[in-house]
């Protein structure tokens, strides 16, 4: 029966369900007696979600604490082998396959290397599913024990009933690319596990704003560096995030061409890929036959020498106008958004930040109106270049919550038939 606002009796359970689980997700353990104030719940509510809980057996205790005066209280905490979740991250240089307990402690990790840059599609489905069975028989966890899987991608990741997710990777090479129907058609995995497809950006930011440098704030950007360049917008109306593609707003007019085709985007200066670029055009030797994470290493180090050698005069002007075109392109973040944190993650970012984090910030402010500049705090990710696959993580973890932490129902058998209409056009006949 539903209530005046429209809710039924299970829609109540299963938000009940989800306050207490959240609760002890993020600040447990925690007392029956603890878990009513905190969720704003009556303790006979509590009693009966926790009973429910610890029955699914989502909730475990985790010792006792001593009461004023009565009985010691038991301590509740979410079990951490009641679930698990595989994160994904499609990077431009190599797959990387993780897989989660629900606490999200890793237990077992894979990575494909990738040769090109413009690489084939059914090569990364191929990735893909290899690299989820492969974690799955290392940490010997049966498939059906998954909550989902969640895939961080570049590009622009537009959903649809008929065709699920669809990546549009215009400076990889996907056009409209159908990946949920490709997975789906190759899958090895039982119909209740969900394909949880979103831009990586989004999945960095989700990491971040969850368990990262993000916590706590209303408003947020969090930008990922990698080959090219991407950001996650925080906000109170989008509490979720937004990708936002800041890697190909317009920094010089007529500029540097850009991997997506235009001329002069942030992405064509910043980005690790273009970076290297511009060290080789104006003499830089970077090691030949390294992956792209090699030789931005040696670029660093050639023009901030460990020791008391001479800095490499071509790498350093050429980092040294990076760092102000990182900054120009943080201000117009600052002048449109006013965000109270941005927070720099991907593994060239965490690279490039170490060293010249402080010149980013000066010009930054430089550049932005001074009322929001004062007002934001510029500061490296705290979980480190895996950070996209634990926000890919997320996103099959977020739905279970959303849930009640109740699984979902298995999906119709086979794909979608406008999914068929898709991987038949992707067939070569």
Not at 73 to 100: N, W
Not at 169 to 195: F, K
Not at 273 to 296: F, H, K, V
Not at 360 to 374: I, Q, T
């Amino acid at each position: 029966m539903a209530g005046r606002n429209g809710r039924t009796v299970r829609d109540l359970r299963r938000a009940n369900r989800t306050a207490v689980l959240q609760r002890l997700y993020f600040d447990g353990p925690l007392s029956r007696f603890e878990l009513g104030p905190a969720t704003g719940l009556s303790s006979g509510s509590v009693s009966n979600v926790v009973a429910d809980l610890v029955a699914d057996g989502l909730l475990e205790e985790a010792g006792s604490v001593d009461s004023d005066g009565g009985r010691p209280r038991t301590l509740l905490r979410v079990a951490p082998g009641s679930g698990h979740m595989i994160g994904v991250d499609v990077g431009e240089t190599r797959v990387r396959v993780e897989l989660f307990d629900l606490t999200l402690t890793e237990l077992a990790r894979a990575e494909r290397p990738l040769t090109q840059q413009r690489y084939d599609v059914e090569v990364i489905v191929g990735h893909i599913r290899d690299g989820v069975a492969e974690v799955l028989a290392d940490a010997d966890i049966a498939p059906e024990q998954l909550l989902g899987v969640g895939i961080g991608v570049p590009g622009i990741v537009e959903r649809t009933p008929e065709r699920g997710a669809v990546v549009h990777g215009q400076t990889i090479g996907w056009d409209a690319v159908p990946l949920e129907a490709l997975l789906r058609s190759t899958s090895r995995l039982p119909d209740t596990v969900r394909y949880f497809i979103d831009n990586g950006a989004k999945t960095l930011g989700q990491a971040e704003m969850w368990f990262g440098g993000g916590r706590g704030a209303h408003n947020a950007v969090v930008v990922l560096f990698g080959s090219g360049v991407g950001a996650c917008l925080v906000t109170p109306e989008v509490e979720n995030g937004r990708a936002v593609e800041w890697g190909h707003l317009t920094v010089r007019v007529r500029g540097r061409r850009c991997r997506c085709g235009a001329l002069g985007c942030l992405e064509a200066y910043a980005g690790a890929e273009s970076l290297l670029d511009r060290w080789r055009e104006e003499g830089g030797r970077p090691p030949e036959g390294t992956d792209e994470e090699t030789a931005l290493t040696a670029m660093l180090a050639a023009a901030y020498p460990a020791d008391d050698s001479a800095a490499d005069p071509v790498a350093l002007a050429v980092l040294e106008e990076t760092a102000e075109y990182l900054g120009a392109g943080l201000s117009d973040l600052i002048n449109l958004f006013q965000p109270e944190r941005i927070l720099i993650g991907g593994w060239a970012g965490l690279q490039l930040g170490t060293r010249f984090l402080p010149a980013v910030r000066r010009h930054a402010a430089s550049y932005a109106l001074r009322h929001p500049a004062e007002k934001v705090t510029i500061d490296l990710g705290r979980l480190g270049p895996d950070a996209v696959t634990v926000g890919a993580a997320i996103l099959p973890l977020a739905d279970f919550f959303a849930r009640g932490g109740r699984r979902p129902e298995p999906a119709p058998e086979g794909p979608h038939p406008a999914w068929r209409t898709a991987l038949e056009e992707r067939t070569p006949h």
